[in-house]
């Protein structure tokens, strides 16, 4: 049985599906009587939805043409 | 796999279509790379690195991984050089600090247990987002690296110990520190609607 710390050392490798069936009925089993636990499992599970998408030049045609151009110009050092 | 190798074959017969392709495909996602590796300033460098290193090296690319797994480490290796280069390389970070240690009593049971969070205002909320890009930039080593493949480009594991060359037990302790730091930030911001420090 793991007391509320050590679950959240393993919380991370929990959501990734790293843990052994073992330690993962034991996680389960804890976060049932553990609303705590529960909720801060639930809470880094969300945590990477909050992230700013990075909707950063996702390759206009324009962007692509100046790569392009910038690679072509480039010397070749070989 | 298999438009990999018609690309690959295209790339090595220097057609302009082919590099169109391939910029238009991996671009974005070679910027973020460099940027959360290196930071913004010199992402754009890094990336220009990175084009004439893979043009170099595509001849002997080995097909064991995917085109795109093998830009991405090329990339990371160009930014790690660059940090070593400026000393500024940490793969790991040393301090093996435990950021929720405090929170918990000496029985192991919950001191300040995490509070209740609004996930629909959090979610909309422009600030928290300024928070987080923040806190991006600002984690240790390779940690935002990892997450973002991990969370925004959804690859595997093994892709993503591959591109950063760090182990499997590493990327573990990368993408959990990563996210407790991230749950920290988003807890201070419910309750203070603030970024934390
Ligand atoms: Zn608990």
Redesign the pocket.
């Given at each position: 049985m793991f007391?509320?710390k050590q679950?959240s050392a393993l919380s991370s490798d929990y959501l990734d599906g790293k843990l052994t069936s073992r330690q993962k009925l034991s996680v389960r089993f804890?976060t049932l009587m553990?609303k705590?636990?529960r909720r801060f499992l639930a809470q880094l599970s969300m945590v990477a939805a909050f992230l700013p998408e990075n909707h950063s030049s996702d390759g206009s045609a324009e962007e692509i043409e100046s790569q392009l151009k910038r690679l072509l110009s480039k010397p070749d050092h070989s | 796999m298999e438009s990999d190798a018609r690309l690959i074959a295209e790339l090595l017969k220097q057609d302009q279509n082919a590099f169109r392709e391939v910029i238009g495909r991996y671009q974005a996602a070679m910027l973020s790379l460099a940027r959360n590796i290196a930071g913004s300033a010199i992402a754009d460098e890094i990336v220009q690195e990175s084009w004439l290193a893979i043009i170099k090296a595509l001849p002997r690319f080995e097909r064991r991984s995917s085109l795109k797994t093998w830009i991405l480490r090329i990339v990371a290796n160009e930014a790690k050089t660059r940090l070593r280069r400026e000393n500024r390389y940490q793969s790991m970070d040393s301090g093996d600090e435990d950021f929720m240690a405090a929170r918990f009593g000496a029985n192991g049971?919950?001191l300040t247990p995490p509070v209740e969070w609004d996930p629909e205002t959090l979610l909309d909320s422009e600030d928290l987002k300024l928070c987080l890009d923040k806190l991006m930039s600002s984690l240790p080593g390779l940690q935002s690296a990892a997450l973002k493949l991990k969370q925004q480009h959804g690859l595997a594991s093994t892709d993503i110990c591959n591109i950063l060359d760090v182990s499997e037990s590493n990327l573990r302790v990368l993408l959990h520190r990563a996210r407790i730091r991230l749950f920290q930030v988003v807890e201070h911001f419910q309750q203070t609607g603030e970024c934390c420090e």
């Open positions: 007391n509320c679950l804890h553990c705590y636990c | 049971h919950w």
